[in-house]
Every structure is written in C-alpha cells, then in structure tokens.
Nanobody
Framework: QVQLVESGGGLVQAGGSRRLSCAVS????????MGWFRQAPGKEREFVAA????????RYAESVTGRFTISGDNAKNTVYLQMNSLKPEDTAVYYC?????????????????WGQGTQVIVSS
C-alpha cells in the first residue's frame, strides 16, 4: 500500500519561498507518476505539477510555471515542490499525489494515492 506524507507547509510572506516534501512508502515499481495538487478555500482542487520517477519530463500548471519546481530524490523516496516568488493566490492546502501510471494527468481522478495535505498560507 502506497502512503504519502507531506510536510513543509506554513506561513510565508509574498515573494518568499517554501519547499514542500512528500515522503513515499510502499512504492514497488521504478516507474511511477507523482505530482502535487492544491485546494484553496471554496475552490476545486487544481493541478500544480507532476513528474515520472526515472524520467526527465515534468508538467506544470500555467499559474506556477517558472516559479515552482517539482523533483524527486530516489534514494530518499521523497518528492519535493520548491515554490518561489509566492503570491497570496498560492494560499491553499497542497496535496501530494501518486499513481502506477506514466501519464502526468492534470485531473484529480488520474491519481489513486493522496496524502493528507499540508497548508501553505502566503501573506501579502
């Protein structure tokens, strides 16, 4: 059973940076899609970023392109989301997601496994 545990959320000022981590356990295949979604109060969950373990391709939402970077440390079984130039509209609960797939889906239903979420608040 795959388990995802996020950490790194908190309060940050606009223009600042924050790195989220997602510890992965139970992964049994080398190839595996992982990503991040977020959900702001009163809004639907939206895709943020995704990548494939063992690959080089990444995919980002337009709203975070150039500011956020997704990466993985295979030795630590950890996925990161480096967030720079944060804006108040980035305030949300951020969820780590994963699936036994090679598709970097932008839809929530594309991912079977979800973490519990970590809150990021960007103050203006």
């Amino acid at each position: 059973q795959v388990q995802l545990v996020e950490s790194g959320g908190g309060l940050v000022q606009a223009g600042g940076s924050r790195r989220l981590s997602c510890a992965v356990s139970g992964r049994t295949f080398a190839m595996f899609v992982m990503g991040w979604f977020r959900q702001a109060p009163g809004k639907e969950r939206e895709f943020v970023a995704a990548f494939i373990w063992g690959g080089t391709n990444t995919r980002y939402a337009e709203s975070v392109t150039g500011r956020f970077t997704i990466s993985g440390d295979n030795a630590k079984n950890t996925v990161y989301l480096q967030m720079n130039s944060l804006k108040p509209e980035d305030t949300a609960v951020y969820y780590c997601v994963a699936d036994y797939s090679l598709v970097m889906d932008t839809r929530p239903q594309g991912y079977k496994y979800w973490g519990q979420g970590t809150q990021v608040i960007v103050s203006s």
